[in-house]
């Protein structure tokens, strides 16, 4: 059974940062891509980022040039590292596992989720 787990959701300022993380079990991650998603209050889960295997990265326009996706398969391990975040970016961050290849943005293509943590922005 894979288990993902996420960490590092936080109160920040706008402006300010924050780094999730995604401890992975069950599963290495190696050769599979690794995602991350958003759903903020009332509104629909959405892309943020995704790293494949070969570290070839893809980003949501909106996290672009403030987002940086990375991953680490000695510890199995996902990051993302938020910075001059917005009110905006408030949402339950998810991570996620596919193994479809490339770089999907699509929820059906991740077969493996975590639970989320809250990253709550203040302006």
């Known amino acids: 059974q894979v288990v993902l787990i996420e960490s590092g959701g936080r109160l920040a300022q706008a402006g300010g940062s924050a780094r999730l993380s995604c401890q992975v079990s069950g599963r290495t991650i190696g050769g599979y891509t690794m995602g991350w998603f958003r759903q903020a209050p009332g509104k629909e889960r959405e892309f943020v980022a995704a790293i494949s295997w070969s570290h070839t990265v893809s980003y949501a326009d909106s996290v672009k040039g403030r987002f940086v996706i990375s991953r680490d398969d000695v510890k199995n391990t996902a990051h993302l590292q938020m910075n001059r975040l917005k009110p905006e970016d408030t949402a339950v961050y998810y991570c996620?596992?596919?193994?479809?290849?490339?770089?999907?943005?699509?929820?059906?293509?991740?077969?493996?989720w975590g639970q989320g943590t809250q990253v709550t922005v203040s302006s």
């Open positions: 996620a596992i596919s193994g479809r290849g490339r770089l999907p943005v699509d929820e059906p293509s991740y077969d493996s």
